[in-house]
């Protein structure tokens, strides 16, 4: 009887650990896992990177562990938005380490629309340029003001977060995730650009057929840049 009942108490201590356990990648069993050429060759940009085999440690080299793609800007969308990512799709030396990492920049006037990250916080710092940016708690609590060159913010995992150039020059940031594939949701696509019935945005947004033809023709992912 006292055993059982001690193992009531040590439930939700167990239950805690299992929820640390499950709230990041899993940790590696080896120093590095460069990806097999031959497999990561034929990989979709779905794939869980996780599972690869990695190449033999003899054939690893120094260029696995570099990154030399972020030295100038991406290319910019329409609503001026750039962004390089970094992640065991073309950095190797990612793969397994449960982290990953992107430049972003952003025009005058340019926006980085509501988005969340699924599986992975968020961290920003500002190089250069000012900017509007925030996230959204899930009591709907805005936490948002302007960041200066040299700021750092942080993005609770899963919420809404945005960005907003304000100031006379580009932005440039870096943001790093805890995690290899933190995942990306769009607000504005998953909303209006995802095939969602048409009646139940109408209702949702009170918005008319005509506004929501545009909103969908806007968003259509065959015209994304």
């Known amino acids: 009887m ?12 167990f239950s805690l650990n299992i929820a640390i356990t499950l709230a990041s990648d899993p940790d590696p069993l080896q120093d590095f896992c460069i990806p097999n050429p031959t497999f990561a060759s034929i990989k979709t940009h779905h794939t869980f990177h996780t599972i690869l ?11 696995d562990f570099i990154f030399s ?16 990512p970094a992640n065991p799709t073309n950095f190797p030396g990612l793969n397994t380490l ?3 990492f992107a ?32 996230f959204v708690d899930s009591n709907n609590r805005v936490f948002a003001r302007i960041l ?19 100031g006379d020059e580009d932005v440039t940031l870096f943001g790093s ?3 290899q594939n933190p995942g990306l949701q769009k607000i504005p ?3 209006f650009g995802s095939g969602i019935d048409e009646e139940l945005l109408q209702k949702a947004f009170g918005l008319s057929s005509k506004q929501i033809g545009t909103m969908k023709r806007k968003l259509d992912p065959k015209q994304e840049r």
């Not at 055993?3 to 201590?13: E, G, M």
């Not at 085999?53 to 260029?63: A, D, G, I, L, R």
């Not at 793609?69 to 390089?84: D, H, P, Q, R, Y």
């Open 2 to 13: 006292f055993i059982q009942k001690n193992l009531w108490l040590l439930l939700p201590i």
């Open 53 to 63: 085999p990695c190449k033999n440690t003899s054939q690893v080299t120094t260029n």
């Open 69 to 84: 793609n972020m030295k100038t800007s991406g290319n910019f969308s329409e609503i001026g938005l750039a962004v390089i």
């Open 98 to 100: 449960g982290m990953s």
């Open 103 to 134: 430049r972003t920049d952003i025009e005058v006037g340019g926006i980085n629309p509501p988005h969340f990250h699924p599986r992975a916080t968020e961290l920003i710092h500002v190089i250069q340029g000012k900017m509007y940016s925030g």
């Open 148 to 166: 200066e060159q040299g700021e750092v913010m942080v993005f609770p995992r899963g919420l809404v977060h945005f960005m907003m150039n304000v």
């Open 177 to 179: 995730f805890n995690s």
């Open 189 to 191: 696509s998953a909303v």
